[in-house]
């Protein structure tokens, strides 16, 4: 995703002990853990939010009335139908 290597990561981590310090380094990563927990949680709401939008045009695309109410199946095969 970020396509940070390993080498890169271990050359982030040497410099943040260096200018953070070893005693403030694990608030630090406590805080950037939570930091990260957050974006994850945010990421996981949007996508369920869009999955339901997308489930819900699905059922109004099939058949459904915008009120939720399904309409019945013989109305559905008289829709194709020209007028006589």
Same mark, same amino acid.
Request: glycine content about 10%; proline content about 6%.
């Given at each position: !995703? ?22 403030? !380094?694990? *608030?630090? !990563? =406590?805080?950037?853990? =939570?930091?990260?927990? *957050?974006? =994850? ?5 949007? =996508?369920? $939010?869009?999955? &339901?939008? $997308?489930?819900?045009?699905?059922? +109004? ?8 109410? +399904? *309409?019945?199946?013989?109305?559905? *095969?008289?829709?194709?139908?020209? &007028?006589?």
């Amino acid at each position: !995703m970020l396509d940070i290597a390993w080498p890169e990561v271990i050359v982030i981590g040497a410099v943040a002990l260096v200018v953070i310090g070893p005693k403030d !380094m694990p *608030k630090v !990563m =406590r805080a950037l853990g =939570r930091l990260a927990g *957050k974006a =994850r949680g945010f990421v996981y709401e949007i =996508r369920n $939010s869009f999955e &339901q939008l $997308s489930a819900e045009a699905e059922l +109004t695309d099939d058949g459904e009335k915008e009120d939720g109410e +399904t *309409k019945p199946v013989a109305d559905k *095969k008289e829709e194709g139908k020209p &007028q006589e």
